[in-house]
């Protein structure tokens, strides 16, 4: 027993009591072509269950932290926690739906959690076989056999291989991982498990033009896809029929959901800050430029996105040029309304509300809370999705219209 456990046990107050996940480092592995972007050892944080009769029950939670879009970033990325195993911290205390706690988070708090550490750069897709040499150094795309190796080391040293139940889950570009691996890790699972469901969390990037109608984002992801050699990387149901300039879209969420076999339980804001930035008023990073991303740049856009204060018009816009476009998205998305699926579509003007304590708890969409929602949902069995199906209120002048988005 992890031994920050079992002292809070001792002490009684197992309830409030807040326990660390440590960092493990891939040390060996049937998969020697893992690596972070820098040649380092991927590694996950984990925390074992605190109670016996949970340990075959576990909670894998995929990180996030965007993508590299060209070698020269990636590079830079390489340099940093999200592109080197060197630069991690051995610790990480999670919320939500991976806190320790009883009373944050009483029907998941006692199980294994996971968290997949994340250096690739690719939401765990690349499949790259050399390495890159840039600037006289070298970076690898390696992502999917980071994944592969994680999961193998987790059946090998922590007993997954007796597995029951296991939940997925992830944010961000954890999130987008989530839709892409659901299936793939099912796949790898033991076949004790009676029940595997997944959720993303805030990883439905809509596949949009910005406000000029150029295509950036969609633009971006071909080139991490194409760039990284992820096409056996994603979800190979989503592959199939697909031509070779269409396999990019399986990188995103709304069309991976569409062919999904894992049950699928999403949350997203329709109006995410990241996505109001970095797709719906992001620019082309310029030809001559280093940077990796250029987000709300689209011109006069930068006070609205960033700090709310918009005109009347770009209010009007971001319902008629996103917040439409995204309500439609999921009222014709097959994946969306297949039986087993689920939606929790929120308002607020936020990214990653859900790995939040404070809005896990509080959010509230029809006055139904976050985990409210993912319970019932997770507690089901192949129900329509229309029983599972929140989606929140539409904005007028302000981000507001949803008090609990607040508190």
């Not at 999961?151 to 139940?165: E, F, I, R, V, Y």
């Amino acid at each position: 027993m992890n031994i920050n456990v079992l002292v809070c046990m001792l002490m009684g107050m197992l309830i409030c009591c807040k326990a660390t996940m440590n960092i493990n480092f891939i040390k060996s592995t049937p998969f020697p072509e893992a690596k972070c972007l820098d040649g380092s050892p991927p590694a996950y944080y984990f925390h074992p269950a605190s109670k016996s009769e949970d340990s075959d029950k576990w909670v894998i939670y995929i990180q996030g932290g965007g993508w590299c879009y060209k070698d020269e970033a990636c590079l830079a990325r390489a340099e940093t926690r999200l592109g080197s195993s060197k630069k991690m911290e051995h610790t990480l205390n999670m919320k939500g739906i991976l806190s320790e706690s009883q009373a944050e988070n009483p029907e998941f708090y006692s199980w294994n959690h996971v968290v997949f550490a994340y250096c690739d750069g690719a939401s765990f897709t690349g499949m790259r076989s050399e390495p890159v040499t840039v600037k006289g150094k070298q970076i690898y795309y390696r992502g999917f056999y980071n994944l592969k190796a994680i999961m193998s080391d987790l059946m090998t040293h922590h007993g997954m291989n007796h597995a029951t139940q296991v939940i997925l889950t992830g944010g961000s570009a954890g999130g987008a991982a989530t839709f892409i691996h659901a299936d793939h890790i099912a796949s790898m699972l033991p076949k004790s498990v009676r029940r595997y469901k997944a959720a993303p969390f805030s990883g439905m990037f809509l596949r949009h033009t910005n406000v000029e109608n150029k295509v950036v984002y969609e633009e971006q992801i071909k080139h991490v896809f194409e760039m990284q050699n992820s096409t056996y990387g994603v979800d190979v149901h989503c592959l199939v029929g697909k031509t070779k300039e269409q396999r990019h879209l399986c990188m995103f969420g709304q069309e991976t959901i569409k062919y999904s076999l894992t049950p699928l339980f999403v949350f997203n804001s329709i109006y995410d800050e990241w996505s109001l930035r970095c797709i719906m008023t992001a620019e082309p990073v310029p030809s001559s430029s280093s940077a990796n991303y250029n987000c709300a740049a689209a011109p006069g856009w930068k006070s609205c996105v960033m700090n709310e204060t918009c005109s009347k018009t770009q209010w009007d816009e971001l319902n008629t040029k996103w917040g439409d476009d995204y309500r439609a998205m999921i009222k014709t998305n097959k994946g969306l309304e297949a039986r087993g699926n689920g939606l929790f579509a929120y308002s607020c003007h936020m990214h990653g509300a859900e790995i939040q304590h404070e809005h896990w708890n509080r959010l509230k969409v029809h006055g139904t809370t976050m985990r409210e929602a993912f319970v019932k949902w997770y507690k089901s069995t192949n129900e329509e999705a229309s029983k599972h199906t929140y989606i929140d209120c539409k904005i007028d002048g302000n981000f507001k219209c949803n008090p609990t988005c607040h508190l």
